[in-house]
């Protein structure tokens, strides 16, 4: 629930008036409850008491019951005669709604024996805390005659102002909690059973409406690494991705449109510029996320950004292909347990864990310079990790004065890189936001008891994209890369990798300059 620290207050000005949807507004003009028979399936309406805004500034407290997900702030429960327990029947959609009113004033109402509806889950809009106010088996009247086969998230604010309401903290905090959900009740991750309350059968009401970034959300929830996870990308340093920035843009803090946000989070680049990173994630909505080496390129210093940003690739030359930068060979062990080997592209999933401090050690005799890393993993979710390791110094079968140009590039990527430790980037914010960029390769909701599985390099790595199949069994290696990864699409690749010897050479430069080592917290 941490992480990403934000200006909430950026927001109020940028966003008036940004988004005129010319949808109905939820709240109904006539409050139905007295036209409701009793046995008649209830729906969360929205209508709110108008003087509910009012004394809903002090809610009742909380009680000490604990919360079933495990970042929910409280588990503040909704008045027994608004929900019906044990009623659900059987776990079919995650269901998105807008409240129409503040988060306090629709917890004080759903625990108002006059509401008669209530929603599993209330989150608020400025830093997307949640209260879970249903118990997930227990059947929340919150979409008619979808209730026996849905969990309720009900987000603050209004449909009419998603540029206001529907902040990145929201998108981010709303995604895990989708994510936790369809992982617990093996609900499929897609758009047929995350859904919006607009898209149930029989509805009356237009929440989320069209302010709401679905192709974002489902990024970031598809984005989301299992509770326990640790997913570590080890990238061979000296074949890094430099991408060139095709027009003037930004490195950015989120996802979200570059309008949306403030100075502080935006990095502002000129076409030419280039940017080296570790590791990109999937698509999150229109934008990809980078991994970099902290203290190197464009936006270094700034608000993070060159540790982690947000790209708009369309603003880019190609991306590369993970397999273009895998420090194949590697292996990285756990708590010093064993070294399970990275795939080909480089990743490996590590056996679940519970959260706390966990030390990584990569190795690869004869291949790379150990290297070393810590890792804070939260409660839930997992974390995402990229660790960049030195190529050991070979004899290069025809070593050429030239190249050492070369090196001297790759020396000024990878000087502060071992101090600053990417990883420990990906460790960190990652750990706490949950949305570095490794794909998750354990998308089966089914794939929690068995995703610890180490992955091994294999031939077969590159091709099982079809495991995107949400259904099928949980697949550990890179091989099951979500679709969009861009395994195939992305042939442009801009890798400092060059032939043969010369990149041995080119590390071995690095390594005898005591450069990139990882500094170990
Ligand atoms: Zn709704």
Excluded at 51 to 77: H, R, V
Excluded at 162 to 167: L, M, N, S
Excluded at 168 to 180: G, K
Excluded at 283 to 311: H, K, S, T, W, Y
Aim: aromatic share 6%.
């Amino acid at each position: 629930m941490t992480g990403v620290s934000t200006d909430w207050t950026r927001r109020a000005a940028l966003r008036v008036g940004a988004l005129t949807l010319g949808l109905a507004a939820e709240t109904a003009a006539a409050h139905p409850l007295a036209a409701t028979p009793p046995e008649q399936e209830r729906e969360d309406d929205h209508w709110r008491p108008a003087e509910l805004e009012s004394w809903a500034i002090e809610p009742p407290p909380p009680l000490a019951a604990d919360s079933e997900y495990p970042l929910a702030a409280a588990f503040d429960p909704a008045c027994s005669c608004n929900y019906s327990v044990n009623g659900i029947t059987s776990y079919q959609h995650v269901v998105v709604h807008t409240m129409q009113g503040s988060y306090s004033g629709t917890k004080s109402w759903f625990k108002n024996p006059d509401a008669q509806v209530s929603c599993h889950y209330i989150m608020r809009s400025v830093d997307g805390e949640v209260t879970q106010m249903v118990l997930d088996k227990d059947k929340a009247w919150h979409v008619g005659s979808s209730n026996a086969t849905s969990i309720g998230i009900e987000h603050e604010g209004y449909i009419d102002d998603p540029a206001k309401w529907y902040t990145w903290e929201t998108y981010v905090s709303s995604a895990r909690l989708a994510r936790w959900l369809t992982t617990r009740h093996d609900i499929p991750v897609d758009r047929d059973h995350i859904l919006g309350h607009v898209e149930l059968p029989n509805q009356s009401h237009t929440d989320p409406g069209a302010g709401w970034n679905w192709d974002m959300y489902m990024g970031l929830v598809q984005d989301v690494v299992p509770q326990g996870q640790i997913q570590v990308a080890v990238v061979d340093r000296s074949k890094l991705c430099t991408i060139t920035a095709t027009v003037s843009t930004y490195l950015q803090r989120t996802a979200e449109s570059t309008d949306l946000l403030t100075a502080p989070e935006l990095c502002p680049i000129a076409a030419g510029t280039q940017v080296t990173y570790l590791h990109a994630s999937a698509p999150i909505g229109a934008r990809r996320r980078l991994l970099m080496e902290a203290g190197q390129g464009p936006c270094a210093g700034v608000n993070g950004l060159d540790a982690e940003a947000f790209v708009d690739p369309t603003h880019f030359t190609a991306m590369c292909a993970p397999a273009a930068m895998a420090a194949v060979g590697a292996t990285v062990s756990l708590d010093g347990g064993p070294g399970l080997a990275v795939d080909a592209n480089g990743f490996v999933n590590l056996p679940p864990v519970g959260p706390g401090s966990h030390a990584l050690d990569v190795a690869g005799p004869g291949l790379y310079e150990p290297a070393a890393d810590m890792v804070d993993l939260a409660v839930y979710p997992g974390v995402r990790v990229a660790i960049a390791v030195d190529p050991v110094a070979v004899e290069p079968p025809d070593p050429t004065g030239g190249e050492t140009g070369g090196g001297e590039t790759g020396g000024g990527e990878t000087g502060g890189a071992g101090e600053t430790g990417a990883g420990e980037v990906g460790g960190e914010v990652g750990g706490e936001v949950g949305e570095t960029g490794l794909p998750d390769p354990t998308e089966a909701p089914t794939s929690g008891p068995d995703s610890g599985e180490p992955t091994t390099a294999d031939g077969s790595s590159g091709e099982a994209e079809a495991g995107g199949d949400e259904a099928g069994p949980p697949v550990l290696s890179g091989a099951a890369l979500p679709e969009g990864y861009g395994q195939n699409d992305e042939d442009g690749c801009a890798c400092r990798s060059g032939a043969g010897g010369r990149e041995g050479w080119l590390a071995a430069g690095l390594v005898l300059l005591g450069l990139g080592r990882r500094r170990r917290r």
